[in-house]
């Protein structure tokens, strides 16, 4: 019967070294790539926030001038400029080649008034009489006109953006809500226009979801991305 096998101290210690060694090699390499993760995450955190900001800030660029539109809009508001008939024929223009909202209107205390909406055949005019419902008119780019279904006067008097100009000096935006011409959420500015102290009418601006959507998707990040 053979002895048994006897290992040297000096094995044992060479061979501990080795076992810590390749611990410590591991640890650090396991350190090295929690970090490289962590520092890719931050970085990718950093980006997407700085490119969440850029966008913004273009989206407001984009849409801030409805301010001044307003206020243009207010100070030249008269009763020959806001009469139905030169309302019809002011905002049918400034529609035409206006990229910054999807329309514009003018709506009295009674319900009256008139607004122009941006749609995909060309203009959508409606004109409303106080105690009768708005006639409503397609508006071709080669100015022909076809006649669509009536909005409800009631529709017009109960517009969010109208209340929410009563009660402020300036243009103010309203929270989003439902159009009631297609049924779309949006939002609108909308500003109190005054004589004499008494509010003869608001004039509103607004934006539809989709119609952000569509400036927004346009936008491009460096050249090859895009926002989703």
């Not at 009489?129 to 279904?149: T, W």
């Not at 309203?174 to 608001?202: E, F, H, K, M």
Request: proline letters at 5%; hydrophobic letters at 45%; one cysteine or more.
């Amino acid at each position: 019967m053979s002895a048994p096998r006897q290992v040297s101290l000096r094995f044992t210690i060479a061979t501990l070294v080795v076992v810590l060694l390749l611990a410590t090699v591991a640890g650090v390499l396991s350190i090295g790539y929690v970090i490289r993760q962590q520092t890719v995450e931050q970085t990718a955190r950093s980006l997407q926030q700085e490119i969440s900001t850029r966008i913004r800030e273009r989206v407001v660029e984009r849409f801030a001038p409805v301010f001044s539109l307003l206020r243009e809009l207010a100070a030249g508001a008269d009763s020959q400029s806001t009469a139905n008939d030169a309302l019809a024929r002011d905002l049918l223009a400034r529609m035409r080649f206006e990229e910054r909202v999807e329309w514009i209107a003018f709506i009295r205390p009674d319900g009256s008034g008139v607004g122009v909406v941006t749609v995909d055949e060309g203009l959508l005019l409606v004109r409303a009489q106080a105690n009768d419902d708005a006639v409503v008119e397609l508006v071709r780019p080669d100015g022909s006109r076809e006649p669509r279904d009536p909005v409800p006067l009631t529709t017009l008097e109960r517009s969010p953006w109208v209340e929410t100009a009563l009660g402020t000096e300036g243009p103010v935006w309203s929270a989003p809500y439902v159009r009631p011409l297609d049924g779309t959420r949006g939002r609108a500015c909308s500003i109190a226009v005054r004589a004499d102290d008494q509010v003869v009418g608001v004039y509103g601006a607004g934006i539809g979801f989709a119609f952000m959507r569509k400036y927004i998707d346009s936008l491009r990040v460096g050249e090859t991305g895009a926002v989703f």
